[in-house]
């Protein structure tokens, strides 16, 4: 059997094939999300952000939720909570006749409460907690850490340390205007990386990223906290 060059196990590191198949890439969760599986195979569908994705899919292979199908809103939509809402509404509108049960996988994500109402006229559940940050670290902890003075700390999960550039750096400027740093994050004193996985290489992009803002560096393996807990209370 011939060996594979360097370019090609590159690119296979790179992108991920979930159990149904779909290749899924960081940009195309960012810029497009996943599209519900063209021949249904479960009675419950999910509807989450794009940067939950894979977590998403490594939970049901994990648990055998096989019953349970995954379409995910693009995750660029955190740079514009005010679209969040009326995103999720249409993509309830879209699936509710074909299944059972649809789930949101968001937290309030900087909606100020919108989604939850809206959730709440739709008559469909969606994740406890203000943002995937909380729920990823566990919402009981994090609002531990809140109330002991855990305020000036800039978080990144596995998806945000892969897609720094794109969702931090170039939005807020700072690639063209390098003298926006400090006042951008002026504030922080520590970025805290919030791991899915145990990956080295992610620690040292991550460890990048704090060096880049000047901030101080702390890493803490959260797993995929509420979230695992939450998908499978709702697998039933």
Not at 82 to 110: N, T
Request: glycine share 8%.
């Amino acid at each position: 059997m011939a060996r594979k060059g360097r370019a090609a196990r590159l690119t296979e590191r790179a992108a991920f094939r979930p159990p149904t198949g779909r290749t899924l890439e960081e940009t195309s969760l960012t810029e497009q999300g996943l599209a519900a599986p063209e021949k249904k195979s479960g009675r419950i569908l999910l509807i989450a952000c794009g940067a939950l994705a894979r977590e998403i899919l490594d939970i049901k292979e994990k648990n055998g939720l096989d019953h349970i199908d995954l379409t995910c809103l693009p995750a660029k939509l955190h740079l514009y909570p005010d679209q969040i809402v009326d995103a999720v509404d249409g993509a309830v509108a879209k699936h509710s006749a074909v299944y059972d049960k649809i789930f949101v996988v968001y937290a309030d994500c900087g909606t100020g409460g919108a989604l939850e109402r809206k959730c709440a006229e739709l008559g469909v559940e969606m994740v406890a907690g203000p943002h995937c940050y909380s729920f990823f670290e566990g919402n009981e902890a994090f609002a531990a850490h809140a109330d002991a003075g855990e305020i000036t700390a800039f978080y990144l999960t596995d998806f945000l340390v892969k897609q720094f550039d794109a969702f931090i750096w170039r939005p807020m400027g700072i690639d063209k205007n390098p003298e926006l740093r400090d006042m951008v994050f002026g504030n922080y004193t520590k970025l805290v990386y919030q791991s899915q996985i145990s990956d080295p290489k992610l620690v040292e992009k991550a460890r990048d990223c704090a060096d880049r803002m000047g901030l101080e560096f702390e890493h803490r393996h959260t797993g995929y906290g509420d979230l695992e807990t939450t998908l499978s209370g709702w697998a039933g």
